[in-house]
Nanobody, 120 residues
């Protein structure tokens, strides 16, 4: 079992930055970590993912060049640095863990989510 707890969400003006954190506990060794988001009335969508061993990263086109995913395996923590935020980035952001880094939403474990609101 893996438990995930996100933090760092909040209200920010367009063009601003936020850094989300996700602390993992339990049997975390070897798991890829991903960030997803869900806006009101929309389906949950992939944002970014990072593999365990090589640290390879993948991003949704909508956030490429603005968001950066990183991880500190010693601290069992994954981060999402979000820059140049836009109102359309407003959503609940979820951290997730899976054995493989992939772009689908069928990750094995999920956090409770943290709200990010970007005002225009």
């Amino acid at each position: 079992q893996v438990q995930l707890v996100e933090s760092g969400g909040g209200l920010v003006q367009a063009g601003g930055s936020l850094k989300l954190s996700c602390v993992a506990s339990g049997r975390t060794f070897g798991y890829a970590m991903g960030w997803f988001r869900q806006a009101p009335g929309k389906e949950r969508e992939f944002v970014a993912t990072i593999s365990w061993r090589s640290g390879s990263t993948f991003y949704a086109d909508s956030v490429k060049g603005r968001f950066t995913i990183s991880r500190d395996n010693a601290k069992n923590t994954v981060y999402l640095q979000m820059n140049s935020l836009k109102p359309e980035d407003t959503a609940v952001y979820y951290c997730a863990a899976d054995r493989l880094a992939h772009l689908g939403t069928d990750y094995d474990y999920w956090g409770q989510g943290t709200q990010v609101t970007v005002s225009s």
